[in-house]
């Protein structure tokens, strides 16, 4: 094997495009491993622990860029002509506006004056920084960014919010504004319903459910997942509700959020009962039924809380196909399922898709495992063996620390997957697929050799190992749905139609009579 380490000077990219130009760097033939990364004192040490030292990264400067790419001795010439390519078209232009790259945000606000949000995507050590630039200037700021200080969360938000302005994020993984998509989003029609998410993919998904049930988005608001905690106090939650009721272009507004601080929840259900519109509010993991609010009304779960915005924005309820739960199915697997096969294990790229499968389990299952659970007794580690159900949500900072986003390269998730067959108690293993900008270009493409390998595993013990995929996306998102959908089935995957019914699917099939 060859190793190649190449430091380009004062060559800024920011993290969403490498994670992506890594994903396909690693894909090349013959290589075994390319790193590409800003020289951040986070990356150097990143580096340093896969065993990648030299004297070049030692004086690279933050703003140069480190290429390290291990290949075959025969293959390492052609490795690094295809990572030149892959770096070649991403700073190739088409001459657009859009296609400008400006060194610095000043640069860029003298160039585009009439600019009025900010997307910041670089290293959180300096992410606050650049915000408070940006905030300065009077602009909104989306910060996808992770790794941000708490301290330095509250005081932009509170800078945001004395000056009418809005922060989204830190760690905002989505966002849909004036029709356009931002960091990781899907293709859904303009319509009237204004969405305020604490959760990237939980927001996602509700958006995929009103556009698949007929309905439109005029907003969609990301806040950060540490919005709604009792250190930030909901300031950007907060801000969106008020946005959205004062937005002409929205007439019911929906909030989703992961579990949130009960201080700041109810906070938030006072502004939003305040609001001039129908409002309705999922909060993942609470059983709150009344908001104490007559146009605030709670809904359980992702796809009710999406079909209660649709009705509301005068679709009519009896022509929605509401995708009810297959019990035939249900009936199917279990009996495919061997005696000892009662656990699940589930696979997330996304957050609250984990949370929404792992609160549904719980509702029936006290022995459910997860690195995202709030009881530190069933609380798991991302190199902790499973035990009994195990909810993993690959997407969180444990797993992603010096990797690209499981949605972007979900190598990580694989080898996990065909781990976890080696378990001959685990019946059903539940996964989603998150299609949409941002995301890999074949989400399920790449996993079916796992797929493949998992069930083999199962079988050759006698086993039916169920594996259960939901589709995050819609019928005009990239790559077509219709055809990850095919692909999956084809594979023997059971496919869910929601985020909500994979939870439900998932808990019922290895229900046993006892249950």
Known sequence: MTRHIEIRKNTYLDSVSLMSMSTKANAVEGVTQALLGMATPMNKEVLLNVGVEDASIDAAKPSDLMIVIDADD????????AVDDILARKNKTSGGPAEIRYRTLDGAFAEVPDSNLVLISVNGAFAAREARKALNAGKHVMIFSDNVSVEDEFALKTLAHENGLLVMGPDCGTAIINGVGLAFSNAVRRGSIGIVGASGTGSQEVSVRIHDFGGGVSQLIGTGGRDLSTEIGGISMIDGINALDADPETAVIVIVSKPPAEDVAEKVLAVAGAASK??????????????GYDNVTMVQGTKPLAIAAVVASGIDESTLDKHPLNIPLVEEVRAKLAPE????????????LCDEAMFTALDKYDNVYSNIQKDPAYKTGATDASREHTFLDMGDDDFTNGRPHPMIDPSLRLQRLVQEADDPEVGVIAMDFVL?????????GVTIPAIAEAKAKAAARGQHLEILGYVLGTD?????????????????VTIASSSTNLGLLAREFVAKGDN
Do not use: M, N
């Not at 025969?74 to 002509?81: G, L, M, N, R």
């Not at 409002?279 to 059983?287: E, N, R, W």
């Not at 096969?341 to 609250?352: A, V």
């Not at 949409?436 to 399920?444: K, S, W, Y």
């Open 476 to 492: 005009i998102d990239t790559p077509a749905f219709d055809a990850q959908v095919a692909q999956l089935e084809a594979a023997g």
């Open 278 to 291: 129908p409002v309705f509010v999922t909060f993942l993991g609470s059983d709150r039924t009344d908001s």
């Open 341 to 352: 096969q009662k656990y699940i294990r589930g696979l997330f790229c996304g957050g609250t």
């Open 436 to 444: 949409g900008f941002g995301a890999h270009e074949d989400p399920v």
């Open 74 to 81: 025969d293959a390492i010439e052609t490795a690094i002509q």
